[in-house]
């Protein structure tokens, strides 16, 4: 996370902490009173001036919004920029559901225009299809593009000429996975999935699990742009051969850095009492993501390294000149 | 107040504190003694961050400005956000003087975009021409509308051609009321005065006190929309049948709800000790406005009932979902 | 301070405070000791919602970088908020670097629009050509003016068919002054070099030190406009003449206000946690300078007095209205 | 309170404040949720170092020691300085249970000295026999009175020869009131129970409820000397009498302040996180009765009033002391 | 005041702020705003953790009882230990009134002891007699003295039997100095009043002005003990004779600790919300006078100094060696 | 620690922290650095109302000192309640460096009114001679015991007339060690070292180190009372035997609580900014070790365990009753 916040240049840090629990096994009231807990266990530690807790897997909403209201407790009033996920009702931020996808477009739009590849009709492949893949592919079919394949644990999809997102979202909303959609749309079934991988187009966004461009199928891949949606998409030994391949390679840390940026917006939007349109949410959110691919590109330049590298550059630099200047090294 | 936020949706609440005596009967050195007084007893359970008092009747700037002297005295710096209605040079809000004006211009303008009715010499009658009423006659008529009648205590007046505004305006500003505009202005004075809101316009504007539209007088209604500056101009007899007249109700609580946002965009202001030029301030006015306006339409027309009452849906519905979300119920 | 501040209507006071050293004798270690210790004496009774404090003479961005986290310490969170003039990368403002001559050039710009006068072609002398002088050249030439002369302690400098501002930005940077520069561009050196005050221009800036427009040199100025960069170029028997002789002069201490409005912009940022773009930051900075000037020349005009005594009624008036307000005089 | 507290003087104030509801119909974990919201309501306004709640009717240590555990959680710490009655494990104070009983016994030991009486086998009847009175007797006998009377709501009691104390108290605890306790023990029933009032003896305790000592029963009363340790046992009339017999009144807010005095070094002893023992609470309790017997009796002979009346100048005049040395008045 | 405090050890400071004012020429009400708005502008930066102001000349305890009254309403609750000096009343500390007498007893008695000498007729002349002077000599009347000289403004006053101490208090009430106190009591006058030096007396009391035993009287002071109740009442030629002489001197910043020591005493007690009965307090001031007179004998003869060096090196040495401690050096 | 602290009921709790780093190897101002950086990163979840930590191995009062002094930077004022173990010259407590000592005897002597054994002549053994040994030779001495053995690294010593305390710690402040004590003092040499434990005495003081008594010597035990002054000092099968035996043992965390007793009192004396005298510490000391004394055996009797079980049912019990009335479980 400090990699991330630092690339994007937002003034958050990193730190994890949590509970060993199965919440899939506890009652409602019970998930309230351990988060409640929680909060009172960290609250004095924390704060909209100090640390902010972010959600991660098996928190929701909901869970935000009580430990945001226990925290309310300890301060005596409502201060909601002390924790971000919370649901917009109680001081969520506008444009947090789909941030993820939409920092991602931001970045490949400036990439497509560095490699002077036009995002109208560009052709696209997407593996994931949950909050970050189906949005990025909504998202980059208002831009014009063609998706062309999409996938998930339901099965990878394909067509030619382009594959109707909306109904796929409906779809998936409806049977919970994309298995059978070639059934009521005009696409092919490919298989084995990860072939979706493999396909042709400008532009490949692995919006899925780690680890799935690998040593194994990297020769295939024939993307002109990989946008890391998802984290760790792509294995050290794969990325290698994908910077030997001259693919341009959007590193995931900066790819999908939007999701972090809005929970700062959040924490912003909070701290001030006052909330942005989502216009501005996304504004602001293109004019960090825009700042940060330049920055990473010239440095990547600069150094003549690839982007990955040329972000972990920029990342690092970032920290440690901070820290430098305060004076702790 | 409650719902008034809420239909608006600002982080504001309700509750009311006041002192019982006659300002009218005190020395300036006594209501001065009185608001600091009023301010250290109230000092350690308000606060930028929990409460924040807005002026009501019988306050004035000079007053909310003692206040929020003697606040800094409890806190130890100046905290102008404690307190809205401060003069601006001690950090009161651009555009607060016509923001209730401003705010139903807003929603007129949505109203007349859903009723295709155009502005331009679209008749307007105005009830009241006091800070609201007569702000909101001035703005319409930069609006390209055709002011027919005015009134306030002095008379109502009425012309076909349509009022100089302007010119009123300075008249009530030498004279004290209306009465006797029709000897230096062409137009005719309407008797009773409350004829000003039978005349035949495509816009009636209550601005003035509770109840002027009654089961006595609304038959006699001919507008095409009523907004309603005034706080419950209408009684809930006269509601009904505006509704069954099929007359276009902009609910006070939404269409006078300007001047609560713009005290709230001034605690917002002075918490950042950052302040918005004029044209910020009524920009996003607009955006509040604007969205407030079509979420209550698209209520009542959900619901099939009239908008006031999808107004009604509306405010105590984030109430309660702001509730629920924080385990309150 | 107090009437700069005022003059640009931003929240800020006056007051100083120091060390009494000399840093050019001090390792960097003594002087972070220095400043830190210094921070411990003070920062009980300072804070960003009290008071903040701004650079001066001999101090630089890693001092106040110490300061910054020093403060941190007492705090127990990072409260970048409580002083400026840090380094961006850790909470300074974009278009601090710049910020005096930006603010000279929106306040040129107004008084050029007041003038009649045309920047395209506009003949400019800047005397000066450290920080303010040199960007004010350069943002002046960016307007389109003609940059006719310059100077610095290695010498003044002049062409009537305009000097390359960049070159000449980019000789100091490699020589320490403009000495020498007619040997490396198209310009004749101007000796004494205070004779680039008396170029025949249309606009002259004063951007160095102290007392250049005198009782001796006063009557030599040919300039239709005046616009003091520098603190106090004029003395006030040459003042007197500039003004018999309807020389229109831009006092310093509203031309030069940019530095400090953009300090404040950089306290405002701190707080909110949240950092504008340097494009956001240069259009509140145009606001601000805008409004500054039209007030200091609306209350000129209604007093007939010069653009100084202007100034001051000014800032005089809004410092002791807000006194009145919160009850102090 | 604040006259009871005043006349012992101890700088506690007055004011109740209480929940509307009954108890008895209540769960214990209902009773520790509305324990705990009572204190997360009023817990920003009281403190240690502010307003320290006290037990009343229908509270318990329990419940204090609920509220004194919600407010921990408020401030961050353990703080049992607010609130007094809490159970001895968690911070109450030694020596609480029989407080009023012991401050009793310090005025009547003071009165006794002053009156010329003897305790040693002087005579003494006790309405009530509950927490104070129970203790009374108990004390009493240990100084060497004899307990000639005793009642509770089960029948009053009387022995010549003395009542054993210890035995009654026993009894009660097995059998809830005294009824039958004749029928164990060497004494005779009075009938009606009130006949203890009228016993022929030295020291007459009335311990019971309000309203007991009346115009009706005032001539028969014998006792050399009444110790009020209930609240309000002597109706205002009786009172008259009891002065025109010139019985000696130690006046219940003085003789009863027992206990409030007890709670303060509860507060004092919690705030400085060191406890007493039980003897130190006791020399200390003494200490202040002792004091402010004397200062009521010797107010009530400078302005030849009764002792009651001699209190209220004592109580009200260092209430009216401190307001006017602060500026209140 | 950090030698005086850190010679009887007890953790107070130095530091002294005032007022430019001449109370004389003022009303209550503009005394009462003074000392009010003086604790408005320090009131942040003392308290009762921090640094404690305490009365001096022209403050009385009604000025003190303001300015705890102002403290109140910055910190929100009523802090007594800010301040010293309050009336007891709201705050202030038993024995207060002659602290300084009874602090200066102590160390008699302590050194009579040491010089072998019997307090029980012993022969003590004292200078002045104003708080300190006149309750010393009732004092060391009390403990079996003789006081055989006493003086004031009025005049000096001897009698070798013994002046009526309590009288000679009793007079000055009425009669504001001891002028003409021969004529009512048995005791001739002493001219010039200096002549009460000089008496041939076992004690000396210095309890009236600086610099009143100097080279020209020195020679002539008979007695064996000087005790000096005022401050610096010893010049420092004559000081070097008294040692010369062997006479035993109490040095002031010694002597006269008591005053102080008891405005310790009631900061902590206010601080505990606890007050000490008269006799705790002199139980208590006396253990720490008798530690502190043991501490400086022994440092005398340690380095064979006078005692007054021996203070010194006490007090010095307890502040170098907390602030080695603490790392301050 | 908890349950320490829990038996001799003091209101502190357990928990431990530390640096794992080797003070041997560090400069002072290492250890300085090290110290003050410690507390900043703890210093804002501890305090004096919160958690006061108190010094263990590789401590020592400088390094608590600095510890201290860098909480005050934190808290904005000095603070001594912060930290226990501090030197007396900056809020260190009197009666601290015997403390586990002195506790140990007030144990001792109320075990042995309990068992009707004399201390006048009794024989004691001590094994270990540093703080806690020595100081316990030396004060059972003063309670007029025989010391008749004593022991430390240089070996153990015997003397049926009794050894001479006073001149065994001065010779091991001179020569580090006893080793060769019996060649300047009337004692022979025991060897191993060990068997002054085995010596025929009335009480047997363990002061050394852990797991001393163990299967192997526990049958030539001989002593009646064994006093465990070491942390440990028995292993439980040894005392198995002891009380098998019917050695009456005073279980370690009761015999050696008079150290944490005292750094409560530091804690207790540092927020009161009032210090006792060391009579008043060795009081209260003797009150709270007696008290806990009696609870011990009272709870052993009553239960028919050994001292030691009885010391945690105290403990135990006394720490669930308040978890329970807080509510905790």
Chains 1, 2, 3, 4, 5, 6 share one sequence.
Request: aromatic share 8%.
């Amino acid at each position: 996370m400090t990699w991330k916040c630092a690339v994007v240049n937002i003034p958050l840090g990193g730190g994890k902490g949590g509970v060993i629990c199965d919440p899939k096994d506890m009652t409602q009231a019970e998930l309230e009173r351990l988060s409640r807990g929680y909060m009172q266990a960290i609250g004095r530690y924390i704060g909209p001036e100090i640390d902010v807790p972010a959600p991660d897997v098996y928190t929701n909403p909901q869970i935000m919004a009580w430990m945001a209201d226990e925290f309310s407790k300890i301060r005596g009033y409502y201060a909601p920029g002390v924790i971000t996920g919370k649901p917009i009702a109680i001081g969520g931020s506008e444009g947090r559901g789909d941030a993820t996808a939409r920092g991602a477009r931001y970045t490949i739009r400036e990439a497509a225009k560095h490699l002077g590849l036009k995002l109208e009709n560009a052709t696209v492949a997407v593996q994931g299809f949950g909050n970050a893949g189906s949005n990025a592919a909504r998202l980059m079919a208002e831009d014009g593009c063609k998706i062309v394949g999409i996938s998930d644990v339901g099965g990878a999809f394909h067509s030619e000429s382009g594959i109707d997102v909306a109904k796929a979202i409906e779809y998936v909303a409806e049977n919970g996975t994309l298995a059978g959609f070639d059934t009521v749309s005009d696409c092919e079934e490919l298989t084995p999935a990860e072939k979706v991988l493999e396909l042709d187009v400008d532009i490949l966004i692995p919006a899925a699990l780690e680890g799935q461009i690998t040593e194994k199928n990297v020769h295939n891949i024939k993307a002109r742009m990989v946008a890391e949606c998802a984290n760790g998409p792509t294995t050290p030994a794969a990325d290698k051969v994908l910077t030997e391949k001259g693919i341009f390679v959007i590193p995931d840390f900066l790819c999908n850095a939007g999701g972090v940026t809005v929970s700062y917006f959040e924490q912003v939007q909070g701290n001030m009492n006052f909330y942005w349109p989502a216009e501005e949410v996304d504004e602001r959110l293109g004019h960090i993501m825009k700042k940060a691919f330049w920055a990473v590109l010239e440095t990547a330049e600069k150094y003549n390294v690839n982007n990955r590298t040329g972000a972990y550059v920029v990342a690092v630099g970032r920290v440690a000149e901070a820290m430098k200047l305060r004076g702790w090294v």
